[in-house]
């Protein structure tokens, strides 16, 4: 479908607005180019626009304008021609998300939850496993290989709808690990876990493949190194900030969230202060 | 409206106040409308318990308290009949015809059950489609989803009496009647149930795994099937535990089963015979709901 060596994430003039009328900008990027192995930290103020950003590299969410090619496959509203189904199933089986609320199938348990994460690839199983949940001996291994990874094997027979917040956490995980994506975006995912979970949060997104793009939200900007090499900051839906991790100082943080401070009691001040300018010209 | 939320330091919460005052005007009207009920009924004389209500029930509950299926062991061998010079006009044995008697309550009891089963399977049959038309979360056309949604609730508002009557002219006396009437009325409870577990299930689950980029087929057995599965299989338990009950009735309009043996009883004022089918009726449906209560718990 598409060379290995094509950028993962490739926005142009990208523009999201909500669906009312008035048409609020979400999120508004000129230009994002994520190349395919990089380590992304996406950092930002709370309502920044982080998850929107997100949705639009996993294609879920389609921009009002914009170019969006995603590994070497363009999905935005000038898509053309504009991607068919099982094109669009390609794609969404080499980009595993782990997204805020995690969304398990409740009733299945910890291990049929991570299975999951097999079903893109075609040839893994037929309908009538999917159904009976006799699933194929190979893949219930790499399930429980997946689980044990994230330090829940003892837990793996337990329905999704009975495990800890944290649990959930490393199930989505485990099942991240399952799809064996290209391209991974995780939003948040350390949000519920505790100090050892977190370690084990950060090992796996950090361990994938060098081929694989992460792009990951984080919060706490102590756990910036461990995941990311790139750090973008988000403030009102715009990029104003994109160096690397190295780069970043308390002085750059600080002023990351001040903007978006400013930009909640002025909504019409654009202006990025002087020290987020100063702090970008040194990367 | 919570009664004991705490207003906000800076002064009562306006919404709070109105949603409580609303509630007490709720209440208010309600008791209006229970006294107009009653003045009413009062005033037009309805409101009376009969000449002598005491002895009435003393005397019912005297030939309740012996129902006939006792006879079936206990009774008297032989009961002659005499004329007033002696005669003897007939001799019955009381624990034959009894025991014929219990023999013909079984087999009503087979057919009140039968009706009920086959009833409810076909208003799940028949129910299943149009919930899937009338569930506002499949993006079905709003003018198809809203004719779905009217045909159920019109299944619903028509009891299944008054449907068995129609029937009854239309395919004659018999359980088919009841099968027909049951499948009718129940078809619009189910719809509407089914619509409901459909609605309710957590699309964003769905979404996740069609994000894996897992086939549309795959998709549905994975996310939607075990969502769904327990609440169909729930609710089709649940009406049929419901008809088992709604069918010990429809024989009074001759839709087959144990109404037929009721309405018999009741004409001929063979009390005791009715304190039988009570009894069978009672124990029918107790051991159903256990059955089918112990079944929707684990479903769970």
């Known amino acids: ?283 | 409206m919570s009664g004991t939320a705490t207003a906000p330091a800076h002064g009562p919460d306006r919404a709070v106040e109105r949603g409580r005052l609303g509630f007490l005007a709720l209440c208010v009207a309600f008791a209006a409308l229970v006294a107009l009920c009653l003045a009413t009924l009062v005033a037009a004389g309805d409101l009376s318990f009969g000449r002598n209500p005491w002895d009435n029930l003393r005397a019912s509950l005297a030939q309740f308290a012996q129902p006939s299926f006792l006879d079936a062991w206990f009774g008297p061998e032989r009961l002659e009949y005499r004329a007033d010079d002696g005669r003897l006009l007939r001799v019955e044995d009381p624990r034959a015809l009894e025991r014929e008697f219990l023999a013909a309550t079984a087999r009503a009891t087979w057919v009140t059950f039968q009706i009920a089963t086959l009833g409810s399977l076909l208003a799940s049959l028949l129910g299943l489609p149009l919930a899937v038309l009338a569930a506002r979360t499949l993006g079905v056309p709003r003018a198809v989803s809203a004719a779905a949604a009217g045909v159920l609730r019109a299944c619903r508002s028509v009891h299944t009496l008054v449907f068995g009557l129609i029937l009854v002219g239309v395919v004659g006396l018999g359980p088919t009647a009841g099968i027909l009437a049951i499948a009718l009325h129940s078809m619009g409870t189910c719809g509407k149930l089914f619509a409901e577990s459909i609605e309710a299930l957590d699309m964003a689950s769905v979404e996740a795994v069609r994000a894996t980029g897992a086939p549309p087929l795959q998709v549905f057995f994975s996310a939607v099937w075990p969502a769904v599965l327990p609440q169909f299989v729930g609710t089709h338990l649940y009406v049929w535990e419901f008809n088992i009950r709604d069918s010990t009735v429809l024989g009074l309009i001759g839709a087959g089963g144990l109404g037929l043996l009721i309405t018999e009883a009741v004409s001929l004022f063979q009390w005791g015979r009715l304190a039988t089918l009570l009894v069978v009726i009672v124990a029918l449906v107790s051991v159903f709901d256990a059955l089918s209560g112990a079944i929707r718990r684990r479903l769970q």
């Open chain 1, 1 to 283: 479908m598409s060379a290995r060596d094509a950028p993962a994430v490739d926005l142009r003039d990208v523009v999201v607005t909500t669906p009312s009328a008035s048409g609020r900008v979400l999120v508004d990027v000129p230009a994002l180019r994520i190349d395919a192995g990089e380590r992304i930290g996406v950092i930002g103020a709370n309502g920044a626009g982080k998850s929107t950003l997100l949705r639009v590299l996993a294609g879920t969410c389609q921009p009002s304008f914009g170019r969006v090619r995603l590994l070497g496959c363009s999905v935005g509203p000038q898509a053309d021609p504009a991607p068919g189904a099982g094109q669009r199933r390609a794609l969404r089986a080499q980009i595993g998300q782990v997204m805020q609320g995690l969304h398990l199938v409740p009733r299945l348990t910890a291990r049929e939850n991570v299975v999951l994460g097999a079903l893109g690839d075609p040839a893994a199983m037929p309908a009538w496993r999917a159904w009976t949940r006799l699933y194929p001996r190979d893949i219930r291994a790499r399930a429980g290989a997946a689980l044990d990874r994230v330090g829940l094997s003892d837990r793996a027979e337990v329905r999704a709808d009975r495990l800890s917040g944290g649990e959930r956490q490393r199930v989505a995980l485990a099942r991240l690990l399952m799809q064996r994506p290209r391209l991974v975006l995780a939003d948040e995912p350390t949000s519920a876990l505790d100090p050892t979970g977190t370690e084990v949060a950060c090992g796996i997104l950090a361990g994938f493949d060098a081929g694989v793009a992460v792009v990951t939200v984080v919060h706490d900007p102590a756990l910036l190194p461990r995941v990311a090499e790139r750090v973008i900051g988000l403030a009102g839906g715009r990029i104003v900030l994109d160096m690397p991790v190295a780069a970043v100082d308390g002085a750059a943080l600080a002023a990351l969230y001040t903007v978006d401070r400013e930009r909640a009691t002025a909504p019409e001040d654009r202006a990025v202060p002087a020290a987020l300018h100063a702090a970008a010209e040194r990367c």
